[in-house]
């Protein structure tokens, strides 16, 4: 069992940055593909990014490319998101999640733990 716990989110202007961490537990970190996913008021989760176990295939949502990084250290066992540039229509709370097969993937349903979500929001 695997437990995850994102932290780093707030308030932020935009055209500012921030960085997501999500720490994870109980687990073999090196082994899970690791996802960020997000949720807006009333609307569905949806994908922002995703990174394979070994930290070299990433893959992101159209709306984020070009502005928000992916990453991972095995040895400290977090993915991280760097979020640059950041717009109105990104707040949303951010969940970090894992995949046991080790390959990064978009779809919500193919990942299998899931943390509790950090908020962000930027202001306009």
């Known amino acids: 069992q695997v437990q995850l716990v994102e932290s780093g989110g707030g308030l932020v202007q935009a055209g500012g940055s921030l960085r997501l961490s999500c720490a994870a537990s109980?687990?073999?970190?090196?082994?899970?593909?690791m996802g960020w996913f997000r949720q807006a008021p009333e609307k569905e989760r949806e994908f922002v990014a995703a990174i394979g176990w070994g930290g070299i295939n990433t893959y992101y949502a159209d709306s984020v490319k070009g502005r928000f990084t992916i990453s991972r250290d095995n040895a400290k066992n977090t993915v991280y998101l760097q979020m640059n540039s950041l717009k109105p229509v990104d707040t949303a709370v951010y969940y970090c999640?894992?995949?046991?097969?080790?390959?990064?993937?978009?779809?919500?349903?193919?990942?299998?733990?899931w943390g509790q979500g950090t908020q962000v929001t930027v202001s306009s």
């Open positions: 999640a894992a995949e046991s097969t080790g390959y990064a993937k978009t779809p919500i349903e193919e990942y299998d733990y």
């Open positions: 109980g687990g073999t970190f090196s082994t899970y593909a």
